[in-house]
């Protein structure tokens, strides 16, 4: 069964935020970019062809490049979200 991708709610990455070290305000949307990087993970495509109703690929893979080299957590869940790929729809409930 195929399915789709399906960008974060609001409330979804107000959980999944916490895994960064966001320290200061960005000039990219961060949910934006994380969002990017699922529909990469779910897709399988590769980064030049990312479908174009996302931010730049290059900008989107600047924080794929930079994140764990400034000790965020991105790479932990990661590999989460490629085994579960939307299975469990991030169902993620707000403490």
Known sequence: MHIPYEPLTDNQWEVIKEFFLIKRKRQLDLQEVFNAILWITRTGSQWSILDTSFLHWTAVY?????WPRQGNTL?????????????????????
């Open 62 to 66: 600047y924080y794929v490049y930079r």
């Open 75 to 95: 790479y932990l869940i990661l590999p989460l979200l490629k085994l579960f790929s939307y299975d469990l729809k991030l169902n993620l409930k707000l403490g």
